[in-house]
């Protein structure tokens, strides 16, 4: 497109004077002038967005024309490229003046809360390549790699589930694969809470009949490793693979020949949760956890109904340096 001669200067005078929306109509008239289609489609998002500011949210009026906003965002090619931090500082002023998937947020030494990683599974945000990052009330900011691609329903999908308004925001792919890979490697959040919110029902054989809603490691080990199993029968999974990534256990599903990331067991909780596995399997944690130089994998097994469905679970846990390597396999004949 044609750079308007102030473009620089309309910008930062708009951020430095948000509420004038004489500016943005003076320069959407420009954009109105250079007759490009894309600067036709930004030049009506800037005037639909000022006249929905003036009617209540969730008016018919507001919400008939916060709907068509779209329309226009699919034609706008500009992109602007700001700090994460300054967007989020400044978030209704940049809306104003372009659609948040036309803008590109630098991430690089934003301060993300751990809370916000917690709402959005490890694996969620490496397949669908998003991070939150920031949140304001009941609307979340999430970075993806392409907003503007993005399946509808994902996105339906991550507000319902979350109860949030998703604020969906670009993002350097090189860069946000890095902080995903950092952010979540290092993580290491009170992940009790997201375990308690998992409903509970006596599992393995030796599972108590019900939980108190306590964060303690041992009690947060066993809704863990209860959520595990559960989640790879619905899946119809027939192998569990727990490994090691810097000090979480990383849960992997088999299904139809294919792995498919399951998450993460937060290293407070990860021997715990081995040692529940080895117990009801009958495996002596002394051999699992004790010397590692021989390497020798112990086997044993244990039932399980989920939904009326029986199943027997082998247990396979090889000693290692790191740790146990865990392999449980479902629906196995008896060792």
Request: aromatic letters at 10%; glycine letters at 6%.
């Amino acid at each position: 497109m044609r750079k308007h001669p102030d473009a620089d200067a309309f910008v930062r005078e708009h951020l430095r004077y948000p509420a004038n929306a004489t500016t943005r109509l003076a320069f959407a008239d420009w954009l109105d002038e250079t007759g490009t289609p894309s600067n036709v489609a930004w030049a009506r998002y800037i005037r639909l967005y000022e006249e929905a500011d003036r009617y209540a949210p969730g008016a018919p009026r507001h919400n008939a024309l916060t709907s068509r906003l779209a329309d226009c965002a699919r034609d706008i090619r500009v992109r602007l490229a700001i700090p994460a931090a300054r967007f989020v500082a400044q978030f209704d002023a940049f809306l104003q003046l372009l659609p948040s998937t036309n803008m590109t947020v630098w991430l690089t030494g934003f301060d993300i809360p751990p809370a916000l990683l917690a709402l959005v599974p490890e694996s969620v945000a490496r397949e669908c390549n998003l991070l939150p990052f920031a949140e304001r009330g009941l609307a979340l900011f999430v970075a993806a790699v392409d907003p503007n691609n993005m399946h509808v329903e994902t996105v339906q999908k991550v507000a319902f589930i979350l109860q949030r308004h998703i604020v969906l925001v670009g993002a350097n792919p090189a860069q946000l694969h890095t902080i995903i890979n950092s952010k979540y490697g290092n993580f290491d959040y009170d992940y009790g809470a997201t375990f308690l919110e998992f409903d509970y029902r006596p599992l393995l054989p030796n599972d108590p009949p019900a939980l108190a809603a306590s964060e303690d490691s041992a009690t947060c080990a066993t809704w863990c490793v209860n959520r595990i199993l559960r989640e790879a029968a619905y899946l119809c999974a027939d192998r569990i693979h727990l490994t090691r990534e810097g000090q979480q256990g990383v849960i992997w599903f088999r299904l139809d020949g294919g792995w498919v990331e399951g998450g993460v067991i937060p290293s407070r909780y990860r021997g715990s949760a081995f040692t529940r596995l080895a117990q009801a399997a009958h495996i002596s944690t002394d051999w699992v956890f004790g010397d590692t130089i021989a390497q020798i994998p112990m086997i044993g097994e244990f039932p399980i109904r989920v939904d009326n469905r029986p199943l027997r679970v082998r247990v396979t846990m090889r000693p290692t340096p790191n740790g146990p390597d865990v392999v449980l396999d479902l629906n196995r004949e008896p060792v």
